[in-house]
Nanobody, 121 residues
Framework: QVQLVESGGGSVQAGGSLRLSCTAS????????MGWFRQAPGKEREGVAT???????TYADPVKGRFTISKDNAKNTLFLQMNSLKPEDTAMYYC???????????????WGQGTQVTVSS
């Protein structure tokens, strides 16, 4: 199992950038799928981006070309670089981890506490 703690959220103006970090503790961090999710008030939780142990990434359509997910395995840290931020990106952002079987990510069962991102116009 893995424990996750997010940081780096804050308030920025539209068009600005933020980099979120997720530090992990526990064994076999590099063997997990890692993902960023977000939830705005009154809306359902939305997947933002994922990266698996092979470095394969996925992005939700609204953030493609603006957000980049990456990780530093040596530091047990996951990142989300967010550029060209829009007010609609405002949400609580969560880091999550999923076990892998062979090449597949299973359920995202491990979650951080979240970090708030607010984008103003």
């Amino acid at each position: 199992q893995v424990q996750l703690v997010e940081s780096g959220g804050g308030s920025v103006q539209a068009g600005g950038s933020l980099r979120l970090s997720c530090t992990a503790s526990g064994n076999s961090y590099s063997s997990y799928c890692m993902g960023w999710f977000r939830q705005a008030p009154g809306k359902e939780r939305e997947g933002v981006a994922t990266i698996d142990k092979f470095g394969r990434t996925t992005y939700a359509d609204p953030v493609k070309g603006r957000f980049t997910i990456s990780k530093d395995n040596a530091k047990n840290t996951l990142f989300l670089q967010m550029n060209s931020l829009k007010p609609e990106d405002t949400a609580m952002y969560y880091c999550a981890a999923a076990n892998m079987v062979w090449v597949r990510c299973l359920e995202y069962n491990y979650w951080g506490q979240g970090t708030q991102v607010t984008v103003s116009s």
